[in-house]
């Protein structure tokens, strides 16, 4: 399984995330953010966290407007893979690729510490993994993880099972606790909490390697 992690100045968990898709057992290639094309025969893309062109504008907005991101989209739409964490998640949203928008912490800090979250669904190569209502504990570290979309789009979300990960105690003030969602064909997942920062016994915790893991193994074998 080829994995493909985007590099725009100032991420900083692009190595992490390549790492994790490495021990899972994938080939990795980093992709510059100027590149106009990613490798060839990606099976998923990873867009990591860190403060993409140093959050000026919208975070994530200055990033989704990367030659790279072009392809990135057109992967998504051609029924491609896409995970995006933190800062790759406000990626995804300002590209249109996820649904709503991320806002600043409704308590206007940086909050950077373990969380619980909860598996609202496993129907999707990236939560299989896990088990229905399974609480995992995933690091966060952001200064605009509040998660928000309107009343429509929240009905639509929950409606769909596209709501992939709840917090148990929000920490940021999201709307319905959202900490990541699913795209409609349920092939690109936005998450706020880093899974790549709890894949091995070292970082504290493995409860973000069962979706790498998963992720390899499902897409190794389609």
Not at 174 to 189: E, F, K, M, P, Y
């Amino acid at each position: 399984m080829h994995a493909a992690v985007i590099v725009f100045p100032g991420s900083n968990c692009d190595r992490d995330m390549a790492v994790a898709f490495e021990k899972a057992g994938a080939k990795v290639s980093m992709v510059w953010h100027k590149d106009t094309a990613l490798p060839k025969d990606v099976d998923i893309i990873g867009v990591p966290g860190g403060f993409s062109f140093g959050d000026y504008l919208r975070c994530g907005a200055i990033a989704a407007n990367s030659p790279i991101c072009q392809s990135v989209v057109a992967h998504a739409e051609r029924g491609g893979y896409v995970l995006g964490i933190c800062n790759g998640f406000q990626v995804l949203t300002e590209t249109g690729l996820l649904p709503g928008v991320l806002l600043r912490n409704v308590n206007l800090k940086y909050i950077c510490k373990p969380v619980r979250l909860r598996v609202e669904t496993t129907d999707s190569a990236f939560t299989a993994g896990y088990q229905p209502a399974q609480e995992i504990t995933v690091p966060i570290a952001h200064h605009d993880g509040n998660y928000f979309a309107d009343a429509e789009t929240l009905k639509r979300l929950h409606g769909e099972a596209r709501v992939a990960f709840t917090y148990c105690d929000n920490p940021n003030g999201s709307v319905d606790d959202i900490a990541g969602v699913l795209s409609q064909n349920r092939r690109v997942l936005g998450m706020m909490p880093h899974p790549e920062r709890m894949a091995e016994p070292l970082q504290g915790g493995t409860d973000g390697a069962a979706m790498f893991r998963t992720l390899v193994d499902q897409l190794a074998e389609a």
